[in-house]
């Protein structure tokens, strides 16, 4: 099946740092990829739908200032938690979806194995 | 907005008991997807249905979707270690966006 990574998988940071993830798809062009958040023992929460060159559609009380989402090309999605604190520790997700065309038309999604972060 | 309930939260069973969790919606879904989170992994794509009243089988895993497409169910015949993990369903809101479930965690006891 296809694989996306992410980068890093788990990052430590101070209060007030900025933390850049990066999400990967390795085999496919992914025209729509998708960032959530996880807190423990919880649902994924969908903060943002990101689409390749295009400007990032966020959920309701999803900060789009704090959370910075850039899809530079279809390969590639960052999620930069902007002057990060101690509430922004979470498990971070991205998703990536080919085009319904390419995967017979089932909109499955691709997770990466996420990113852990802890805001000291 | 859309509100996707699970039931139940937790679920601890015996090691070949059966196992099953309930996914129901506020409003009618043109689909519903299944995933498997195992502890400290990430989600992982089960099953995709799409038709009023549909019966999907995967192995032991057997999948519904209601006939008014506002539920659906996971069924595990016979569980093994192996199925322990967050059971999440996913329903698709608007073109793009997928709203998750709240989730049913199994343990299985050996």
């Known amino acids: 099946g296809a694989v996306v990574s992410q980068h890093p998988s788990r990052v430590i940071c101070k209060s007030g740092t900025s933390v850049k993830i990066e999400c990967r798809s390795l085999d496919f062009q992914a025209t729509t990829m998708f960032w959530y958040r996880q807190f423990p023992k919880q649902s994924l929460m969908l903060m943002a739908t990101?689409?390749?060159?295009?400007?990032?559609?966020?959920e309701q009380g999803v900060e789009k200032d704090k959370f910075l989402i850039n899809h530079a090309s279809l390969t590639l999605s960052t999620l930069t938690v902007t002057s990060a604190h101690p509430e922004d520790s979470s498990f971070y997700i991205c998703?990536?979806?080919?085009?319904?065309?390419?995967?017979?038309?089932?909109?499955?999604?691709?997770f990466g194995p996420g990113t852990r972060l802890t805001v000291l | 907005g859309q509100q996707v309930m699970q039931i139940p939260q937790y679920q601890h069973v015996q090691e070949g008991e059966d196992f099953t969790t309930y996914c129901n919606s506020s409003?009618?879904?043109?689909?519903i997807q299944w995933y498997k989170q195992r502890p400290g992994g990430h989600p992982v794509f089960l099953i995709q249905l799409v038709k009023s009243g549909e019966v999907k089988k995967q192995k032991r895993l057997t999948f519904q979707f209601g006939e008014a497409k506002k539920n659906s169910s996971l069924h595990i015949t016979a569980t093994q270690t192996t199925d322990v993990g967050t059971y999440f369903c996913a329903v698709t809101s608007g073109t793009y966006k997928y709203i998750f479930g709240t989730g049913t965690r199994l343990k299985v006891l050996a």
């Open positions: 998703s990536a979806r080919d085009s319904p065309q390419t995967s017979g038309g089932i909109k499955e999604q691709f």
């Open positions: 990101s689409n390749e060159g295009s400007k990032a559609t966020y």
């Open positions: 409003t009618t879904l043109s689909n």
